[in-house]
């Protein structure tokens, strides 16, 4: 087999689950099925929550999954091996220890002579572009720089294969920009000691410039929804109408698999388990009424909505979702159009809308209905949000169950249809309500 074809780590088969709040497994990750070849950089993409970190963790061998193994070199892989290092999303340095130092701690595990790690340490430091740094503490540095030592720290170790995880999503637009053309010039010129990258991100931009391949996982749990190669010759260009089509195509991919796991949870537990995302009121007015308006008259592509409003995938698809949980949107095929109801939210008032909010909550949000019934059958009309929690948690991860929560629980008092006591962590119906 040719050596840019051959693979340096497979996930086959690889399954995981965490315990629910009652001991019962909740399905993370199903069936995935992967390969990292040599010579490539692979995108994992899909929406927050997905699993894409606990699948990268697990290419690392820092977890175990469920069933299933991960292949690295031909021999199955069950702990951190010899080859492989991780780029968190967060800097994860000693703030009490040089730039030199962090690198150098990076290499503790390999046993090196004290010169040999040090003449390394340095190398990588001159690579990324850190020479002059090396006696500066992370408080001095930028976040640029700071994520730079989390890269001179695993390269340092010469990996064969590099696992990042959303490595300039904590930097601001331009330094991730620079770092990322500074990474792809040093992948380019084969400069750096790695033989392929498994990268996540949530940034269907940055995955469609920096990657060879993108592996699009759905969610609930988590499966390979699409496989996207993408043979675009480097540099490349966002201007490109071919860099737009296969945006364009991986945002229809995300939308499909969205609604599909928007309508299968639907049918769970009469749809009270139903996850919510993490999506402000003022936020879904916002895009109903810059949908309203024109150039986009009620329809709009959710790449031109993430590009004019500077928003990515992260930050998007929860307030899309949202409208479309709440039938005030349909999401579909990429794109976002507002529903007969839409219009009307946009165009009234504030009573107006509150009023359409409170129906269009209670009748598309089965858990609004039964948390108000609750109250209304609970003397003196309080319950404790520990009731819900248990209740969610029988069917969604904590994390899920709690953004649920925290959503309904803005949703609804936006509404008006009940209050809650963040100190005694209870629900109530409103002073004034019947």
Known sequence: MADDQRAIIELRNICMAFAKRSGEPLPVLDDINMSIRVGEIVGLLGR????????????GG???????????RDTPLTEPAEGIAIVFQTFALFPWL?????????????GLPREEARKRAQDSIDLIGLDGFQSAYPRELSGGMRQRVGFAR????RPDVLLMDEPFSALDVLTAETLRTDFLDLWVEHQLPTKAVLMVTHNIEEAVLMCDRLIVLSSNPARIAAEVPITLPRPRSRLEEEFGNIVDDVYSVLTARTIASLRALKQTHEGLAQPLPRA???RMSGLIEILAMPPHNGQAELDTLASSLSLEINDLFPIAE???ILEFAELKDGALKLTAAGHVF???????RKRLFREHLLRFVPLTAHICRVLQEREGRRTPRLRFEVELEDHLNRHDAERTLRALTAWGRYAELFDYDDKTRAFSTLSHAG
């Open 322 to 324: 949202g409208l479309h």
């Open 280 to 282: 402000s009121v003022n």
């Open 346 to 352: 946009a165009r009234s008032d504030t009573d107006g």
């Open 154 to 157: 695993a390269t340092a170790v």
């Open 98 to 110: 040089t730039v030199l130092e962090n690198v150098e701690a990076g290499l503790d595990a390999l």
């Open 62 to 72: 820092l977890i175990r999954p469920t069933s299933g193994e991960v292949v690295y």
């Open 48 to 59: 927050s929550g997905s699993g894409k970190s606990t699948l990268l963790r697990i290419a």
